[in-house]
C-alpha cells in the first residue's frame, strides 16, 4: 500500500503496508490501509504520511524520466507507473475513485513544469517481466 506524492523537488513513493493478494487484498485490507492512511492525511498532513511510512522512496524529479498513465481498460483498476531513469520503474495500481482523464492532464501539467513526460495508456498494464523486474529490485 502505497501514496505517490508530487512534491515541490521529487515524487515521493511513501508505503505503508505489504498487501498480498490473498491476506491483503482478499480480505479486504485495501480499504482498510486507505482509510488509516486518510485518516492520518487528515490529521497530519503530507508530514504525517511520511512518518506513518515504513518506507519513502525519493525519485528527484530530473531522475524521473516519465509517468504512464493505464486507465484498466474494462477489467482493470487503474495504475500509474513511475519510469525512473536508473532500475526498473515503480508501479502501483490505484484503488481509491479516480478520474483518470483529469489526473493524466495534471500530470501532463506538471511534467510540462519539471522535465518529465506522461503517457495515458487504454490498457491493464500488466507485463509479468516488468513486474518481475519490479519484484527483483525491492520496488
Avoid at 5 to 34: I, K, N, S
Avoid at 48 to 57: C, D, E, K, S, T
Amino acid at each position: 500500500m502505497a501514496d505517490v506524492l508530487f512534491a515541490d523537488r521529487a515524487v515521493l513513493v511513501v508505503e505503508y503496508e505489504l498487501l498480498t493478494p490473498l491476506f491483503g487484498v482478499a480480505r479486504g485490507g485495501v480499504p482498510r490501509a486507505g482509510e488509516r492512511a486518510r485518516e492520518v492525511y487528515r490529521r497530519e498532513g503530507p508530514a504525517g504520511l511520511l512518518a506513518a511510512a515504513n518506507r519513502v522512496h525519493r525519485l528527484p524529479y530530473p531522475g524521473l524520466d516519465g509517468v504512464r498513465v493505464y486507465d484498466g481498460s474494462a477489467i482493470g483498476r487503474p495504475k500509474i507507473a513511475l519510469d525512473a531513469s536508473e532500475g526498473a520503474p515503480y508501479a502501483y495500481r490505484v484503488h481509491a475513485p479516480v478520474d483518470v482523464p483529469a489526473l493524466t492532464v495534471a500530470l501532463e501539467d506538471l511534467g510540462a513544469r519539471r522535465g518529465f513526460q506522461v503517457s495515458s495508456l487504454s490498457r491493464v498494464g500488466f507485463r509479468p517481466l516488468a513486474s518481475l523486474r519490479r519484484f527483483l529490485a525491492d520496488r
